[in-house]
């Protein structure tokens, strides 16, 4: 649901920029536009020598099969003409149109929502920081991220929260819940939901938070 939620803003056009840490590619299964894929994706694969680039579909059977898939563009023998997933390993730097758009979008920004992520992998973690102080921060995620301060936290399973929000604004999600989730209220401006992974917080979710009058 969270994936669609953000399609659905996007449609809206409340949706400046979708950065997301997933290699998996569901954002673009969900028809999502305005991706940075920070960490690369599965989607493609490059050959380590020449660059030349293949749809994930042509490297899958040997990936499979646990064979080293190598480049058909490189004359035979070439050392290292290996297609490589176009995710970023450990150590290597993120690619050049995540730090582009980082920074024209940070004095763009009127709202961040971080949604399903520890914030430990820099430089995403960084991301809350560089945008101004005057920016409001929504946090929605099973647990606090003590590390950082948002202004609301919504914390509990992200597909529950994403359809109450949903739900509220009116807005139609594929598999949606049609009745109201309950809530547990933490002053000032923590909210839990089923399933939040919180400690020394009651673990009911009973009361809800009261709708805006009409």
Same mark, same amino acid.
């Not at 673009?28 to 599965?42: E, M």
């Not at 948002?150 to 598999?175: A, H, K, M, N």
């Given at each position: ?14 949706? /400046? ?53 190598? +480049?058909?563009? +490189? ?7 290996? /297609? ?18 980082? $920074? ?49 936290? /919504?914390?509990?399973? +992200?597909?529950?929260?994403?359809? $109450? ?26 909210? /839990? ?22």
């Amino acid at each position: 649901k969270q994936w669609y939620q953000r399609r659905v803003r996007e449609e809206r056009g409340a949706l /400046l920029r979708n950065y997301t840490q997933n290699i998996d590619t569901l954002e673009h299964v969900c028809g999502i536009r305005n991706v940075i894929q920070c960490h690369g994706s599965f989607a493609t694969a490059s050959c380590r020598v020449c660059s030349n680039r293949v749809e994930s579909h042509v490297i899958k059977d040997e990936v499979m099969s646990q064979t080293i898939p190598r +480049c058909t563009k +490189c004359p035979e023998p070439t050392p290292n003409s290996i /297609l490589k997933p176009d995710i970023v390993f450990f150590g290597e730097g993120l690619p050049a149109e995540f730090h582009s758009a980082i $920074e024209e979008d940070r004095m763009k920004v009127d709202l961040v929502i971080v949604m399903g992520s520890s914030l430990k992998v820099k430089p995403v973690a960084h991301i809350p920081n560089l945008v101004p102080p005057d920016i409001p921060q929504i946090l929605i995620n099973r647990e606090p991220l003590p590390q950082l301060n948002f202004d609301i936290e /919504l914390l509990g399973d +992200c597909d529950v929260i994403v359809s $109450e929000l949903c739900r509220r604004l009116q807005w139609t999600l594929p598999c949606q819940l049609e009745n109201e989730s309950p809530h547990t209220t933490i002053p000032p401006s923590r909210y /839990l939901f089923r399933g939040a992974e919180v400690e020394d917080q009651p673990q009911s979710c009973g009361e809800s938070i009261s709708e805006p009058e009409s």
